[in-house]
């Protein structure tokens, strides 16, 4: 498993890409020293995952992801999930129906937009 980061300074978002495999004990702590490293940071309020790359995933990884997104929700930011691929898609949205909890999206720029469009002092025009 390979993870990289990008920073959105003017959202207080970073970007988290991850690839290869999740899917073992080891992978799942990797993870979750990442993720607990990145959101710990000054300034980090939301985070979007990157799973594009992600080619498959295992139950402690999940659970690593589920309690990124409650730590986050609960410090008052979010949690993304975006470009989900087959099987990951399989597993986290349709198995578990974690898609109707956390959000996902079909790409990175479209996170990006709901983190936008949600900040406080946005303002969003009906239509």
Same mark, same amino acid.
């Given at each position: ?53 992600? *080619?498959?995933?295992?139950? #402690?990884? $999940? +659970?690593? %992801?589920?309690? /990124?997104?409650?730590?986050? !929700? ?30 996902? *999206?079909?790409?990175?720029? #479209?996170? $990006? +937009?709901? %983190?936008?469009? /949600?900040?406080?002092?946005? !303002?969003?025009?009906?239509?």
């Amino acid at each position: 498993m390979e993870l990289s980061r990008h920073g959105r300074a003017e959202t207080g978002t970073v970007i988290v890409a991850v690839s290869g495999a999740a899917a073992s004990p080891h992978e799942s702590m990797r993870l979750r020293g990442y993720l607990n490293a990145v959101t710990r940071e000054a300034g980090v309020r939301h985070l979007v995952l990157d799973l594009s790359e992600l *080619t498959s995933l295992d139950s #402690t990884s $999940l +659970g690593v %992801i589920v309690g /990124a997104f409650i730590r986050i !929700r609960d410090a008052g930011g979010s949690l993304h999930l975006a470009c989900l691929t087959d099987r990951p898609r399989e597993i986290i949205v349709e198995s578990t129906g974690l898609g109707r909890v956390i959000p996902t *999206t079909v790409d990175t720029d #479209t996170a $990006l +937009g709901e %983190i936008r469009a /949600a900040l406080p002092g946005t !303002r969003q025009e009906n239509r």
